[in-house]
């Protein structure tokens, strides 16, 4: 029996709605830049700047509230591609890109493209290999799906726990990056930071799960898309005189590397900078930014390259959106719109890097004669620099500017000397992209952990029991990470490369195998599966001990073995373990039909059927 | 138009199948591979290529920060225009069977 197509209509004023958005954040920008020259001070505009889109997002996620399931966990199947594709983009670069991957840039230049690249590439190998696919089987999470796939509870359980790991780490990177911006900027410690952003993630999945998640996080997007574009446009103007920084950060170059020369930068060679991805800690820049492999060799490059694209490729977070649009064409058009957002953002990223970095040290060199430049005493101020005169010669070099790497987008708009209002706007607008990032990872994990492994476990037909659980979970998990925020101190960008590196050595091999491989049995997707954690797993921990897998290139390389080993263990095992004799492609065969409802809601149609035939029968 | 028994139309079914997922299975390892190679060959003749200077950058660098995210981009739009020819021509088939 057929499901017949539900009408999935998208509702038709989004685009006024979205508009309306925009233009009250541009608006409130304009209006609080009006009050900086009228004498507002700096904490106050701060503040509007920050709480006042915080509220809208919070009311955008509260206008999209259900109590539906198909609503809370797919969001009732009729998102339009382009705005999927927002909430995929900001899923996808987050506050880690946002403020980790520029200062990465500003720190290493050139040897830390890979990791930009390797996001965009993951998008496509996404896009190709497994989304289609996963939006034609319509489970509700990537667990659901591979327990679907191979008819197995235990695989379904297992992949439920084993991407706690990823998806956690990701959302203790984002969450950090949120608090230390709302820390900086509004007149809170770091404990109360954590405490909002935990409360603001926490409340949007509970109150409308990935419906909410799509609606604030899509405006969320557009916030952040305006809030780096603005300040960055302005400095290319007063640089390059031509609003398009992607473009003319070329021409700096000459003045880019006198300035490096006179600061004292030479070029290094790969072990100089040891881990080659620099901490958040300050640390004084020493690498020139073109100079091509100095941080790491082209073998690393490549490592942390495939490292980023598998995790990209394979990461929960992202593949639990392939079950939001209205067909498999729009997911995958869904996808192509989000790989070009990525790309815009990993083109635009290296401008500000180089931007900001001329910037600083081009007015170090003039030191000297023109005395100390202006900024650096509110940098200092917000604590984004550290500067000593160590040798006491009266002059600042490379070596005694300590920078903060996470905080390199926000020093830009101060560099340049521009109004206040528009570090504010680039702060509003990264921590935008981190809460979407946030807010993603937690529903997540928690919408896993409650459907996956709870309700397995127990099938009790209690009312609401699926959104109470998911409730309970998101609270729980945002709780965990809270605590572990207050106890640990975090590098957000080692965390988001361990992250990568376990989504991509547990989660591409056994898509792989699920949705390109029909032979592939439920104890080849738990071999492969197993292999490709533990492996890592054993690496990271106690491979530790060993000095393997310090660095980030370490690390990259082990997941890349994890993953090959998983690749054999899944063939191997479907092949002559257990199970073996057995090929089900029934589920197969639909899953690779582009046509048609979502298996999921075709099983549901026919759940739905029998029970009523059930009935008539008993009348 | 000739009447046509079970075993013909699941023949045909089958056939269409396999022909869709031939050329889905083609038109994916031609993508794949278009950006993967780019990438890699990128990389490995980066400091060769950034002798070479292009709108202002060193090649190599030019390529890396823009040019093959440009290029993923276009790949990625090109299989979604083919990808969905392809699975047009298995529906018409499949209606037509």
Not at chain 1, 463 to 480: E, K, Q, S, V, Y
Request: contains cysteine; neutral net charge; glycine residues 8%.
């Amino acid at each position: 029996m057929t499901a017949l197509p539900r009408q999935r209509s998208p509702n038709p004023h989004l685009g006024a709605y979205y508009g309306i958005i925009t233009a009250a954040f541009v608006s409130l920008a304009i209006l609080l830049a009006m009050f900086e020259e009228l004498g507002w001070s700096e904490g106050v505009i701060a503040r509007c700047m920050i709480l006042l889109p915080l509220a809208l997002y919070l009311l955008t996620a509260a206008g999209s509230r259900t109590l539906d399931p198909e609503d809370y966990f797919a969001s009732g199947r009729r998102v339009p591609q382009v705005y999927n594709a927002l909430v995929l983009a900001a899923i996808t670069v987050g506050g880690v890109g946002f403020f980790a991957y520029t200062g990465a840039v500003f720190f290493l230049g050139f040897d830390a493209l890979a990791i930009g690249l390797g996001w965009t590439c993951g998008l496509l190998l996404a896009g190709v290999l497994f989304v289609p696919y996963l939006r034609k089987a319509g489970a509700y999470t990537l667990p659901a799906f591979l327990g679907q796939r191979f008819r197995s509870r235990h695989v379904r359980m297992t992949a439920s726990v084993l991407q706690v790991v990823p998806t956690a780490l990701l959302l203790a990177a984002e969450m950090s990056i949120a608090a230390v911006v709302a820390s900086i900027f509004l007149p809170l410690s770091f404990w109360l930071a954590v405490l909002l952003v935990a409360i603001f993630v926490a409340a949007v999945g509970i109150l409308g799960g990935m419906r909410a998640l799509t609606w604030s996080g899509s405006a969320e997007f557009i916030a952040g898309a305006v809030g780096l574009a603005v300040p960055l446009i302005v400095v290319s103007v007063l640089l390059t005189h031509l609003p398009a920084p992607q473009f003319t950060y070329g021409e700096m170059f000459g003045s880019l590397q006198s300035a490096e020369t006179a600061a004292g930068m030479l070029p290094v060679t790969p072990g100089d900078l040891a881990p080659a991805l620099t901490g958040p800690a300050p640390t004084a820049v020493t690498k020139p930014f073109l100079q091509a492999f100095g941080a790491i060799n082209e073998a690393g490059f490549l490592l942390l390259f495939f490292t980023f694209a598998l995790g990209t490729a394979a990461l929960p977070s992202l593949l639990v959106r392939s079950g939001v649009t209205c067909s498999v064409a729009d997911q995958r058009r869904s996808t192509a719109w989000a790989l070009a957002l990525v790309a815009l953002f990993v083109i635009t990223a290296p401008s500000l890097a180089v931007f900001a970095k001329l910037l600083m040290f081009r007015d170090m060199a003039l030191a000297p004669t023109a005395g100390v430049p202006a900024w650096l005493s509110e940098l200092s101020g917000r604590q984004l620099v550290q500067a000593s005169d160590v040798n006491g010669d009266g002059t600042l070099v490379a070596s005694e500017l300590l920078v903060m790497r996470d905080r390199v987008a926000l020093a830009l708009p101060m560099l340049a000397e521009l109004p206040f209002v528009l570090t504010a706007l680039l702060a509003s607008a990264g921590m935008a992209v981190a809460l979407a990032a946030a807010g993603s990872h937690l529903f997540t994990l928690s919408a896993s952990l409650a459907d996956d492994v709870y309700g397995v476990l127990d099938k009790r037909p209690i009312a609401l029991p699926r959104l109470m659980a998911a409730w309970a979970a998101i609270a729980a998990c945002a709780l965990f990470v809270l605590v572990f925020l207050l106890i640990a101190d975090v590098d957000i960008l080692r965390m988001a490369v361990t992250a990568f590196a376990f989504a991509g050595a547990t989660f591409f091999p056994v898509l792989m195998l699920a949705v390109w491989w029909p032979r592939c049995s439920a104890w080849g997707a738990l071999a492969s599966l197993a292999t490709g954690f533990g492996v890592l797993f054993l690496v990271v921990t106690v491979g530790g001990l060993f000095d393997a897998a310090e660095t980030a290139v370490g690390t990259g390389l082990a997941s890349l073995i994890a993953a090959v080993l998983a690749l054999c263990a899944g063939v191997g095992t479907s092949l002559y373990g257990p199970g073996s004799a057995s090929v089900e492609t029934a589920y197969y065969e639909e899953m690779r039909k582009p046509e048609g409802e979502t298996i999921f809601d075709q099983a549901q149609a026919r759940t739905v059927s029998a029970r009523k035939t059930g009935a008539l029968r008993e009348l | 138009m000739t009447a046509q028994g079970p075993e013909t139309e699941h023949a045909a079914e089958h056939a269409a199948r396999d022909r869709h997922q031939l050329r889905t299975l083609a038109v994916a390892i031609t993508t794949l591979a278009a950006a993967l190679c780019a990438v890699i060959v990128t990389i490995v003749y980066a400091l060769s290529l950034n002798r070479l200077w292009f709108l202002h950058f060193p090649l190599g660098l030019y390529l890396l920060a823009q040019g093959l995210l440009i290029f993923a981009v276009v790949v990625t739009f090109w299989y979604v225009r083919v990808q969905e020819r392809i699975d047009h021509t298995r529906s018409v088939t499949e209606e037509i069977v």
